[in-house]
């Protein structure tokens, strides 16, 4: 959104409406802020009401021009008049209830605002949204794929469509494969997903477009369509490869990087890789990123000393919780290279590393999961 949609000129005449602020949530100076509105995955954007502390509207994903224009006219509609509909309020309290972490009972309250809302309801998108996003954190992934389902068919044809449908296909293949619905329900959401993709009234940004690849291709994986993951990991690099071709600028162009080393070491061919991060590695000096997916590139190469060069690089970028990341893929070099020792050290370090962040940045399940893999070692 930074690359594509925060520059566009449409949304200059917000900049003496709203006080725009950007939290970068490595920052342990951010921590206070992450505990009294956590943040689990990004994009999300907050609209807070200042004087009362208080949410206005909570979105979780990557949103086009138009959406974000919609959502502040909400934001600032609902903090001048402080009148309701029905169905408002209760969006409004299920974004509350989201940014407090409460999955639970925001799905309960994003429910009862579609159940309440009228006809048209311009934002029945955003609060099916809201409640799929809910229902997949707190592990309600049956009703999550079921209300998907539902959803569905009322927000066809629209930008919401898109997450919709995504979710619910992302829900139905995380079900246990012993339920007897899986399968059925995996089925019409590849379909509704595909839909989507291939609409081109649908304007949704590139990146979120390649997103849908990668819940298409997760559902192949999972019900064990070989050639049709093959497929679809080939045409999505094709989209991938074009997309960043046609980025106008070295922002824009990055944009694609996660995706494409992701693309790159799916297919086994992780040396394409090489050359667009180590542009963004000249792009972008302070940037622990393109060094880190480098590191990546060349442990699936097996050109381990590379590897930990690049691992180095990113290293001594990068901070706060996003330094994990880089410490496991520094591990899992040491032990592709057949150091157990240095492998075993380098995750003491993550967990001593994990353990010193500061609370809205610490991760108990994180800490957990890195001590049970240095138990395994």
Same mark, same amino acid.
């Given at each position: 959104?930074?690359?594509?949609?925060?520059?566009? !000129?449409?949304?200059?005449?917000?900049?003496?409406?709203?006080?725009?602020?950007?939290?970068?949530?490595?920052?342990?100076?951010?921590?206070?802020?992450?505990?009294?509105?956590?943040?689990?995955?990004?994009?999300?954007?907050?609209?807070?009401?200042? +004087?009362?502390?208080?949410?206005?509207?909570?979105?979780?994903?990557?949103?086009?021009?138009?959406? &974000?224009?919609?959502?502040?006219?909400?934001?600032?509609? +609902?903090?001048?008049?402080?009148?309701?509909? $029905?169905?408002?309020?209760?969006?409004?309290?299920?974004?509350?209830?989201?940014?407090?972490?409460?999955?639970?009972?925001?799905? +309960?309250?994003?429910?009862?605002?579609?159940?309440?809302?009228?006809?048209?309801?311009?934002?029945?998108?955003?609060?099916?949204?809201?409640?799929?996003?809910?229902?997949?954190?707190?592990?309600?992934?049956?009703?999550?794929?079921?209300?998907?389902?539902?959803?569905?068919?009322?927000?066809?044809?629209?930008?919401?469509?898109?997450?919709?449908?995504?979710?619910?296909?992302?829900?139905?293949?995380?079900?246990?494969?012993?339920?007897?619905?899986?399968?059925?329900?995996?089925?019409?959401?590849?379909?509704?997903?595909?839909?989507?993709?291939?609409?081109? +009234?649908?304007?949704?940004?590139?990146?979120?477009?390649?997103?849908?690849?990668?819940?298409?291709?997760?559902?192949?994986?999972?019900?064990?369509?070989?050639?049709?993951?093959?497929?679809?990991?080939?045409?999505? $690099?094709?989209?991938?490869?074009?997309?960043?071709?046609?980025?106008?600028?070295?922002?824009?162009?990055?944009?694609?990087?996660?995706?494409?080393?992701?693309?790159?070491?799916?297919?086994?061919?992780?040396? !394409?890789?090489?050359?667009?991060?180590?542009?963004?590695?000249?792009?972008?000096?302070?940037?622990?990123?393109?060094?880190?997916?480098?590191?990546?590139?060349?442990?699936?190469?097996?050109?381990y000393d590379e590897a930990l060069a690049a691992s180095d690089r990113a290293m001594a970028k990068s901070y706060g919780p996003r330094k994990l990341s880089v410490l496991t893929t520094r591990a899992d070099i040491f032990a592709a290279r057949g150091d157990a020792k240095a492998a075993r050290d380098t995750i003491a370090q993550a967990i001593?590393?994990?353990?010193?962040?500061?609370?809205?940045?610490?991760?108990?399940?994180?800490?957990?999961? &890195?001590?049970?893999?240095?138990?395994?070692?």
């Amino acid at each position: 959104m930074r690359a594509y949609v925060y520059t566009d !000129k449409g949304l200059e005449r917000y900049a003496g409406r709203f006080v725009w602020l950007s939290i970068n949530t490595e920052d342990a100076a951010n921590a206070p802020f992450l505990k009294r509105y956590p943040i689990p995955v990004l994009p999300t954007l907050l609209v807070l009401d200042a +004087k009362r502390n208080d949410v206005l509207l909570r979105y979780v994903g990557g949103a086009t021009v138009p959406q &974000l224009q919609t959502m502040l006219a909400d934001s600032e509609r +609902k903090h001048r008049s402080g009148a309701e509909a $029905v169905a408002d309020r209760l969006l409004r309290e299920a974004d509350a209830l989201e940014s407090k972490g409460d999955h639970a009972a925001a799905a +309960k309250s994003y429910d009862s605002a579609i159940a309440n809302a009228p006809k048209r309801w311009p934002r029945l998108g955003r609060a099916s949204e809201g409640l799929l996003f809910a229902l997949s954190v707190a592990n309600e992934i049956e009703p999550c794929a079921t209300r998907a389902l539902a959803l569905y068919p009322r927000v066809k044809g629209t930008v919401s469509a898109a997450n919709v449908a995504a979710s619910g296909l992302g829900c139905a293949t995380g079900l246990d494969k012993s339920n007897a619905k899986r399968m059925e329900m995996i089925g019409a959401l590849e379909k509704a997903t595909r839909e989507v993709l291939d609409d081109p +009234k649908i304007k949704v940004a590139a990146d979120d477009r390649s997103s849908l690849y990668i819940t298409l291709i997760d559902a192949a994986d999972a019900t064990g369509e070989d050639e049709a993951a093959v497929a679809l990991r080939l045409e999505w $690099v094709a989209f991938l490869e074009a997309s960043a071709a046609a980025a106008k600028t070295p922002e824009q162009r990055a944009v694609y990087d996660s995706h494409r080393i992701g693309a790159y070491l799916d297919l086994q061919t992780p040396e !394409k890789a090489i050359p667009m991060l180590e542009q963004s590695e000249r792009d972008f000096p302070d940037d622990y990123n393109p060094p880190a997916r480098l590191a990546l590139a060349y442990k699936a190469m097996k050109k381990y000393d590379e590897a930990l060069a690049a691992s180095d690089r990113a290293m001594a970028k990068s901070y706060g919780p996003r330094k994990l990341s880089v410490l496991t893929t520094r591990a899992d070099i040491f032990a592709a290279r057949g150091d157990a020792k240095a492998a075993r050290d380098t995750i003491a370090q993550a967990i001593d590393y994990a353990r010193s962040l500061p609370e809205g940045q610490r991760s108990e399940r994180r800490i957990a999961a &890195l001590e049970k893999r240095l138990a395994e070692m």
